[in-house]
């Protein structure tokens, strides 16, 4: 048996819930009178909610208090969770399901590591709840990517330690907080955006048995 584990970021790696953030925060941002765009959505990937509310209102130049802000999370998040209920299995992202039943059989463990509040609602619509040994989201940090907490509370849980740790991430803030965690990442995405990454793969579908093994051993 390896004594490689692997942690897999959420949005973006196991399914694209960008998407639904971004309809989300755009009729959000109509609403306060201004335009936001799929490209400005970029800088919210992989990032809390609330920091991304702040760097929304930062385009639109609106300042608001703490309690409309919080009204607006709320807001937000509602209408992301009406979308969320939607979902289902055939929203994993391609090779994932290889790759989670390849490391199942070869008796690896593998966990789930990211920002959102909403992992375990994520995970149930699409069927993949039980699959994961452990599930570490927004709910278990207080320090957001690229802090390494969320990296190394899945360790923990995993048992094991971070130097045998593998982190499949889409955002260059879970890059960096692989890395200050002492673990190797995978990138997916733009290669030269996520040039940090110890490996690069332009999509999930490169993220193959194969490759897993050549990793493992
Ligand atoms: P929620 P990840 C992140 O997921 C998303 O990439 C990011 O856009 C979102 O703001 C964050 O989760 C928080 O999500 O509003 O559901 O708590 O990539 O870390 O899996
Ligand atoms: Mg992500």
Redesign the pocket.
């Known amino acids: 048996m390896s004594k490689k584990a692997f942690i897999f ?6 399914v694209d ?2 998407k639904y ?1 971004f309809l989300a925060w755009k009729n959000l941002a109509g609403e306060l009178g201004f335009e936001f765009t799929e490209k400005q ?1 970029e800088q ?6 609330v ?2 509310l702040d760097i929304l209102l930062k385009i639109g130049k609106i300042e608001l208090s703490q309690e409309e802000k919080d009204r607006l999370l709320l807001q ?2 509602e209408e ?1 969770l009406t979308y ?1 209920e939607k979902m289902t299995s055939d929203e994993i992202l391609p090779g994932i399901p290889a790759v989670l039943d390849f490391l199942e059989k070869n008796n690896i463990v593998f966990a ?8 375990g609602l ?1 995970l149930e619509k699409v069927g993949l709840l039980n699959k994961f040994t452990a599930i570490v ?2 709910n278990d940090v207080s320090k957001a ?1 690229p802090d390494p907490e ?1 990296f190394l509370i899945a360790a923990k849980k995993l048992k094991t330690e971070p130097k045998y740790c593998i982190v499949i ?3 260059v803030a ?1 890059i960096e907080a692989a890395h200050n965690a002492g673990m190797f990442s995978i990138g997916i995405g733009d290669p030269v955006h996520l040039n940090a990454a110890d490996i690069n793969l332009r999509n999930t579908k490169e993220l193959t048995p194969d490759l897993i093994q050549k990793i493992i051993t």
């Open positions: 970021d959420l949005d973006g790696v196991i819930t960008a953030h959505n919210l990937k992989g990032v809390s909610r920091r991304s937000k998040n992301y969320i789930l590591g990211s920002a959102s509040k909403n992992a994520i989201d927004g990517k969320v991430e889409d955002a879970g």
